[in-house]
């Protein structure tokens, strides 16, 4: 039977330690003395399961993003030289928010 991550947090750890008694691997051994967390990233190990979650950015494109970036600096520089504040707190507001979907598209 295949585990996940989320799958296994979400168990008890007479569960988990009921899992670990099915498993003949050097990482779960002592198993009975082991909390959850510990139990957990034993199992991981023995299971050959990613213990980090990846999060996708949806439908978001790099290039796309950068380009849209590399527009809004020059607005941002247009409203600067305007001296017109609402503007650049909104273009500033603008790539700030692309910036973030960047980094988290990227991990």
């Known amino acids: 039977m295949a585990h996940t991550y989320e799958e296994l947090k ?6 988990l330690r009921e899992i670990a008694a099915g498993i003949e691997d050097e990482a779960v051994k002592g198993y009975t003395q082991l909390n959850k967390e510990h139990l957990l990233v034993a199992l991981c190990k023995a299971l050959q399961i990613d213990t980090h979650g990846h999060h996708q950015a949806a439908g978001a494109n790099k290039s796309t993003l950068k380009a849209q970036i590399r527009d809004l600096k020059q607005k941002r520089e247009a409203a600067l030289s305007a001296h017109d504040r609402a503007q650049l707190k909104s273009v500033q507001r603008q790539i700030h928010e692309l910036k973030h979907q960047l980094r988290r598209q990227a991990v």
Do not use: D
């Open 10 to 15: 979400k168990k008890t750890v007479a569960e």
